[in-house]
């Protein structure tokens, strides 16, 4: 589609039609584009509440009868329906009142209530290689682009939800085959008298994300040296990177689509930038993660981005049948939700006194009930938000350490 045929349509259809075309039409502006390219799904934020405008935005919709034309699905929400004292609504009444609100108009007006940061991991959420999205959780937008190699570039609230109605998006950035290129280059060495605990470490991702969205900001990076990434840890560098930077993209080689070979995953290019992580950055990484590494906990936050069926399994079976002393709250998807209890998992975590919370993550605030003080998690996006976002202290250790300083009730790394 020619950007001049959407600009003929902006004095056509409802309101809410003519409104999502504008702000198409002026993004395409912004960023250049001639063109547009339809999308095939969208993974919208606009539905978190995020103050009145939110919701007044969202009303409008309403009233004007506004249609997707394309699937959409929800994002992470401000609350857990199913878990009210979370977030009492005593605790924020225009917040926790206004984001209950949101959810039911966007659910009415059609879009598919996932609840969830981490679509891809349920296959209605999942885009194919080379499929055109629109997404804006910043996890969300990374993973799509990099592990599946879908391609889509970070809409933000309004734009997102515009596109889903519009069903399209300016062709520019990460939807242009030139956009994609690397242009850093990370090479993952770690030294060959490094113990195998240093090279198993199971929060290396984590790490490794966090290192290269500070020192990317918001260009196209290349990974070498991590050739046996799965989707959890894959999901754990996107999460890093998009928090401490705005890395909408990345490539790892052997491992991500585009990035069979350094070559392709640059387009031919020398990188720009080279930079080496070693262990020395690595532990630099992982002091500035934590405000606290020893004493008592209030609570250990788990599932930023969502828990997969995978870590849930993982979880159990590093708790061993033991009880946490301090309350663990997991967060993930409703999907999620579903496959474990059908496994019986559920139950016992349960048993175990895990909270398994749906729809929202515990690093928002108002701050979760219980969550105060010191308070451990073994991801790094976590970790990063929580003490300016919760007023919290933080530990930051590996899942392992996590279970660990739940049943002893303190931090054990």
């Given at each position: 589609m020619q950007l001049s045929e959407l600009r003929e349509r902006l004095g056509q259809g409802d309101r809410a039609q003519q409104l999502a075309t504008r702000l198409v039409v002026s993004a395409a502006e912004i960023s250049g584009a001639t063109e547009l390219v339809p999308?095939?799904?969208?993974?919208?934020s606009a539905c978190h509440y995020s103050g009145r405008a939110?919701?007044?935005?969202a009303e409008f919709l309403l009233r004007n009868s506004a249609r997707f034309a394309v699937p959409t699905h929800t994002n992470a929400s401000l609350i857990?329906?199913?878990?009210?004292?979370?977030?009492?609504?005593?605790?924020d009444p225009e917040s926790v009142a206004g984001a209950r609100r949101l959810m039911e108009i966007y659910e009415q007006l059609g879009a598919t209530p996932m609840w969830t940061c981490a679509p891809y991991q349920q296959t209605d959420g999942r885009p194919d290689f080379g499929q055109h999205v629109a997404?804006?959780?910043s996890n969300a937008v990374s993973f799509f682009n990099s592990v599946l190699g879908a391609r889509t570039n970070k809409y933000g609230d309004f734009l997102d939800v515009s596109a889903a109605i519009v069903g399209a998006v300016p062709l520019a950035g990460l939807h242009t085959d030139d956009g994609r290129g690397a242009t850093h280059l990370f090479r993952v060495q770690l030294p060959d008298s490094a113990s195998d605990a240093e090279h198993e470490d199971a929060s290396l991702a984590h790490l490794v994300g966090i290192i290269v969205g500070r020192l990317t900001g918001t260009h196209v990076p290349v990974i070498d040296g991590m050739s046996s990434l799965d989707e959890d840890q894959l999901k754990a560098v996107a999460a890093a990177a998009a928090s401490s930077g705005s890395v909408a993209m990345f490539h790892v080689v052997g491992v991500t689509p585009e990035a069979p070979t350094l070559e392709a995953a640059t387009g031919g290019r020398i990188p720009a930038q080279q930079t080496v992580i070693d262990a020395g950055m690595l532990a630099d990484a992982r002091a500035a993660l934590q405000t606290r590494s020893s004493g008592r906990l209030s609570a250990v936050c788990l599932g930023t981005p969502h828990f997969s069926v995978?870590?849930?399994?993982?979880?159990?079976?590093?708790?061993?049948?033991r009880s946490t002393r301090v309350q663990m709250l997991v967060t993930t998807s409703r999907a999620a939700v579903a496959e474990i209890d059908a496994l019986g998992w559920a139950q016992q975590l349960d048993d175990a006194g895990v909270r398994v919370i749906c729809d929202t993550c515990t690093y928002y605030p108002p701050t979760p009930t219980g969550v105060s003080g010191l308070v451990?998690?073994?991801s790094a996006k976590w970790a990063y938000y929580a003490p300016g976002t919760l007023g919290v202290e933080v530990a930051f250790g590996s899942l392992r350490a996590c279970?660990?300083?739940?049943?002893?009730?303190?931090v054990v790394l």
């Open positions: 999308i095939e799904m969208a993974h919208i939110s919701l007044d935005f857990a329906c199913a878990t009210p004292t979370l977030r009492p609504e005593s605790t997404a804006s959780e995978g870590e849930f399994g993982e979880l159990l079976r590093l708790l061993d049948g451990m998690t073994n279970v660990e300083s739940a049943v002893c009730g303190e």
